[in-house]
């Protein structure tokens, strides 16, 4: 802790000094803001080197909830001045108020009373560091807010020990995943692999991501390429202190978005597949809710939605029947003060945005379909309906199809219309890219010495070969024949290399299992080649061809680069890269 002066007891001097800054977190598509985080300034003028330092302090004066209540007035006070529809404001809150003597509940409503701001326009944000040490307190607290109609976000994302746990503990709404992950997510596969990961994960429990620390471009495609939900950073706009520099909609994004060179409006969902299920509002009463069930006898759920129209779960009728069909449950249901307790029946959604795709969408049901009817469909948040089971199953045939029809019928990877698209997109792309292509060499020979049986049991064996090594993000396919392609995205041409030199040993010693002893001893088969001479042919191996593609490449030079590399290679034992030039 800063040896410089601590503050007074006097609390309003101490509040006086602080200020508020605000950051906007807009939408990944449209540039829409969606909320402000609130951060405090000023710390330095109280002899403080930190925010940390600052609540240290307060804490061991056991001063800690006082304070933070009048900061938090301040805070929900100066953001009521934005103007701005449908805003939210995110505040970090200290795990340690629990640890106060006068903490109490209630409080934050008397303030957002008096200024005339609905509950659902707090977020709260805890972060996972220390947070974890006394996990009922830490339920409590969490438990309280949510019950009063706050949402909850957990900061920081992925820098604690406890962020899966607290996750599971909280039922947050949000995710912020921190800077360390974002900054040249680009320009790292592991980073990007983590983050998309906790993005599907988060998706399926119906929690909404955003990127914090967001700077440059490069980082907002890859946040929108695995399909975060909002974005928080320089690139959009620096913390501020002055509330008009706050916009309604940053255009930059929503053109940045639109002009995405590797944008792919294939993959779509057709409207055809999405029904309309009428909603019902979050301000409706239990009443509302059970003539909706009269009005819509053969609806099972209902969807619930805010005065914006952004969806906050469902309610089934299941779970409010008992209730309907008692008078005891009809004569509450009509007394107007009862109508918050909707919001104890509403349950979190399954939930895509209709940008994501088919594949996507299938993905997600397919990761907890066994526990939802369909899937929710939005639009740049917005409810815009629902894909039942039936139509689900539909778009997986469909998409099955379209799959089939574009991949290699013996190994069924992905064919030449993938492969010309993941070359034409890494030529769009700031990223670097190697692609590497894979030849047999004298595979006719051996094809027709031994039968084309063994000539496709070979070709699967080097098909699983490329998949057992390669990461999932790896772009495999099948050219034909003999023939395979690989695809790396921001990969060192080293580990490329690498990688490529193992699949030919592990190919050369695995093929060999196809050979009969006699040949395989002999180290070589004779038969004829194309001419009907009989020749000696050495036993199977593959070639390989690595290039390189930046944003300096020229698509157009790819063919010349491309037939005179597969032809060295055939020289060599070993990998030969080469780089495609301007």
Same mark, same amino acid.
């Given at each position: ?10 609390? @309003? ?22 909320? $402000? ?23 061991? /004066? ?35 108020? =629990? ?66 746990? *607290?996750?599971?503990? @909280? ?37 909404? $991501? ?21 974005? !928080?950073?320089?690139? &959009? ?6 509330? =008009? ?7 930059? &994004? ?17 409207? #055809? ?30 969807? &619930? ?28 249901? !009509? ?14 959604? =399954? ?40 139509? *689900? ?85 099948? &050219? ?8 790396? /995205? ?28 006699? #040949? ?18 050495? *036993?199977? +191996? ?10 300096? +490449? ?13 032809? #060295? ?14």
């Amino acid at each position: 802790m800063s040896t410089a002066k601590k503050p007074s007891e006097d609390f @309003s001097i101490i509040v006086d000094k602080l200020d508020y800054a605000f950051q906007p977190i807009v939408n990944t598509r449209t540039g829409k803001t969606f909320a $402000v985080e609130a951060l405090i300034r000023g710390y330095q003028n109280l002899g403080y080197k930190s925010i940390l330092d600052l609540f240290d302090s307060f804490f061991d /004066k056991k001063i800690l909830y006082k304070i933070d209540l009048i900061l938090r007035k301040k805070a929900i006070e100066k953001f009521s001045h934005i103007k701005i529809e449908d805003l939210k404001l995110f505040y970090n809150l200290d795990n340690r108020l =629990l640890y106060m003597p006068d903490y109490e509940k209630g409080n934050t409503n008397k303030i957002l009373n008096e200024l005339n701001i609905k509950e659902n326009s707090i977020c709260f944000e805890i972060t996972e560091n220390g947070s974890m040490q006394n996990k009922i307190m830490i339920n409590k607290i969490l438990t309280n807010y949510k019950n009063e109609g706050f949402n909850i976000a957990i900061d920081d994302f992925g820098t604690g020990i406890s962020g899966l746990e *607290l996750l599971y503990l @909280s039922e947050a709404d949000y995710i912020k995943l921190d800077r360390f992950f974002i900054k040249d997510i680009n320009k790292d596969s592991r980073k990007k692999l983590f983050c998309s990961s906790i993005v599907d994960m988060a998706h399926v429990m119906g929690i909404v $991501v955003i990127a914090e620390g967001i700077e440059t471009i490069a980082e907002y495609y890859t946040c929108k390429e695995i399909n975060i939900d909002y974005i !928080q950073g320089f690139l &959009i706009l620096k913390p501020s202190l002055n509330i =008009l520099d706050i916009q309604d909609t940053y255009e930059d &994004i929503p053109y940045l978005f639109k002009n995405d060179r590797r944008n792919n409006k294939s993959n779509l969902i057709d409207k #055809d597949y999405i029904e309309f299920i009428e909603p019902l509002s979050i301000n409706s009463s239990l009443h509302d809710l059970f003539l909706y069930f009269k009005e819509f006898p053969n609806n099972t759920f209902v969807p &619930i939605i805010d005065e914006y129209k952004t969806l906050m779960g469902v309610v089934y009728e299941v779970d409010i029947k008992k209730l309907s069909y008692s008078q005891y449950g009809l004569s509450l249901a !009509q007394n107007v003060s009862f109508k918050s307790r909707l919001s104890s029946y509403i349950k979190p959604s =399954l939930s895509i945005e209709v940008s994501w795709g088919i594949d996507k969408t299938l993905e997600m049901f397919n990761l907890r379909g066994n526990k939802s009817k369909g899937i929710f469909v939005t639009k740049n948040s917005k409810y815009i309906g629902f894909i039942n089971v039936n139509n *689900l199953l539909s778009l997986s045939f469909k998409r099955n199809i379209e799959i089939a029809q574009n991949q290699n019928p013996l190994t069924k990877l992905p064919g030449n219309n993938q492969i010309d698209k993941f070359i034409k997109e890494s030529f769009q792309s700031d990223d670097i890219t190697h692609i590497v292509y894979f030849d047999f060499n004298d595979f006719k020979p051996f094809n027709d010495y031994y039968g084309f049986r063994q000539g496709d049991r070979a070709i699967l064996i080097f098909s699983e070969l490329l998949q057992k090594n390669l990461s999932k993000n790896s772009f495999i396919a099948h &050219i034909g024949g003999d023939d395979f392609f690989v695809g790396f /995205k921001n990969k060192k041409f080293e580990k490329v290399y690498k990688k490529t030199k193992q699949i030919q040993q592990e190919f050369k010693q695995c093929v060999s299992s196809l050979y009969n002893e006699e #040949d395989k001893e002999n180290g070589f088969i004779r038969t004829k080649d194309r001419f009907a001479v009989m020749r000696k042919f050495k *036993l199977l +191996s593959v070639c390989s061809a690595i290039i390189e593609i930046t944003k300096y +490449s020229n698509s157009s030079n790819l063919d010349k680069v491309l037939g005179k590399i597969k032809k #060295d290679s055939k020289l060599t034992n070993t990998p030969l890269g080469s780089c495609i030039l301007m």
